[in-house]
């Protein structure tokens, strides 16, 4: 009886201290002249330029977390899996890549590839690839303004985006937002796109129909949203959200 | 909201606490002006909330004191936890200057108990991810105070000024490699200005 007492504490205290790695490397994978970790997970391909198992398996699993809260809203069907390229070295990335000095990460979301630093918000990269993909209809129309501002608008972090915009626009002048969504040369500061971006369409979101949503994610232009809305309800969906900015 | 948080918004419950304080200790203290009651309610550097402690100490020397008090605070406890109303119990060390004088200051060292329940999420940066992996944690703080009057028993009015510290266990998991995976002691800290009472 005495040692089956000393066996049991010995396998409680053992049990304790083995480390509790829920996924363990699946194969790795060689390219952009970096040898990567592969995890395959239900959802995720992740490829990591680290080989800290233990790290990349928890970030794994909040990925994972992330991406079935996102399904539940946009419904993407994906044409192939989502491959998930996490730099410990972003530096390198943007070298290759040519992204600008200020990024953390972007998708090609038409080949469901998101390249990111480990740091940046858990659903932006993931929101590019799984809004392109909604309802498995790629956009037919593309405005910066809309893009990002979904991508910020579900980024899944705990922030008042409507409160951000304002203290964001005390530094830039504007009459109203359709001076972001009219913007095809791009040139509007990502300072300010992102977060006026995201607090819109966060408030589009919660004054539209599923349907008015989407296909305003499928046709992004401001001429696409006068006929998807009718030119006079945008006009006041506009002007309110002008309002709460304080524009 | 907290039951500790919404007692500690009513001003008038606030009110009425004090003044049953100021009744149970004044007969006290003038019996035995070794023991005395710090008792005082004031804001954090978060968000500007407002919390209070009421500290219990024994005058051990002429300039000396040691005792217990109790503590509510609203700030980060950890480095993944929102900001929340967090209990403390501890360990008091005052030191009084200038105590033969009308006015005087205090300083203190308290040592203790920070109850809370830490949330589960997790940090990232971008080389890893990191958790607190236990509730409560290790409460400290230093902190300096000023009594403009002190009465003839050694009480009076008195404004604060504390550093508080919570000490915790921080885990760390690298994802560029294992060998930098590691387990800290990390300290989230706030600043409270209170004003109080000695009894």
């Known amino acids: 009886m005495r040692y089956i007492v000393v066996l049991i504490a010995i396998v409680i205290t053992f049990a304790q201290c083995k480390p509790d790695i829920e996924m363990q490397p699946t194969g790795s994978y060689d390219t952009l002249g970096v040898t990567w970790m592969t995890i395959e997970r239900s959802n995720i391909i992740y490829y990591f330029q680290g080989t800290g198992v233990k790290g990349a398996s928890i970030y794994s699993d909040l990925h994972e977390e992330a991406y079935e809260d996102l399904v539940g809203i946009f419904n993407p069907v994906l044409p192939q899996k989502l491959r998930y390229f996490v730099w410990t070295d972003f530096e390198q990335a943007k ?114 129909s599923r349907d008015e949503y989407f296909t305003l994610l499928r046709n992004q232009t401001i001429t696409d949203a006068e006929l998807i809305y009718g030119k006079d309800r945008l006009e006041e969906l506009i002007r309110n959200f002008d309002n709460q900015l304080g524009l | 909201m907290c039951s500790t948080c919404a007692i500690l918004l009513k001003s008038t419950f606030m009110k009425y606490t004090l003044i049953a304080l100021l009744i149970a200790f004044t007969p006290l203290c003038a019996l035995a002006q070794k023991h005395s009651i710090y008792a005082d309610v004031g804001i954090t550097n978060v968000r500007l909330l407002p919390g209070g402690s009421v500290t219990y100490n024994y005058k051990l020397t002429g300039f000396l004191g040691a005792g217990a008090g109790f503590q509510v605070h609203n700030f980060f406890p950890t480095i993944t936890d929102e900001h929340k109303y967090v209990p403390a119990l501890y360990a008091d060390l005052r030191f009084t200057t200038w105590a033969k004088r009308k006015n005087s200051f205090i300083s203190f060292l308290d040592f203790g108990w920070d109850m809370y329940k830490k949330d589960n999420e997790y940090y990232r940066d971008s080389t890893s991810v990191g958790f607190v992996p236990h509730n409560n944690g290790f409460y400290n703080s230093l902190g300096l105070g000023y009594f403009h009057k002190v009465t003839k028993n050694g009480g009076g009015a008195y404004v604060t000024l504390k550093l508080m510290l919570n000490w915790y266990n921080y885990r760390e998991y690298s994802i560029l490699a294992e060998e930098y995976d590691r387990s800290l002691l990390a300290a989230s800290g706030s600043i409270a200005l209170s004003i109080g009472y000695k009894f």
Request: with cysteine; hydrophobic share 40%.
């Open chain 1, 95 to 208: 070298g290759i890549f040519n992204a600008p000095e200020w990024s953390g990460g972007f998708a090609l979301s038409k080949q469901c590839v998101c390249h990111v630093r480990a740091d940046i918000s858990l659903g932006h990269e993931l929101v590019h690839v799984l809004a392109f993909w909604a309802d498995g209809i790629a956009p037919y129309t593309y405005s910066r303004f809309i893009n990002e501002g979904v991508a910020v608008a579900f980024d899944l972090e705990d922030h008042d985006r409507i409160e951000w915009a304002k203290e964001v626009l005390k530094d830039f002048k504007l009459n109203s937002i359709k001076e972001l969504w009219n913007d095809p040369q791009d040139l509007t500061p990502h300072e300010l796109i992102y977060p006026v971006g995201g607090a819109f369409m966060e408030y589009m979101y919660q004054q539209s």
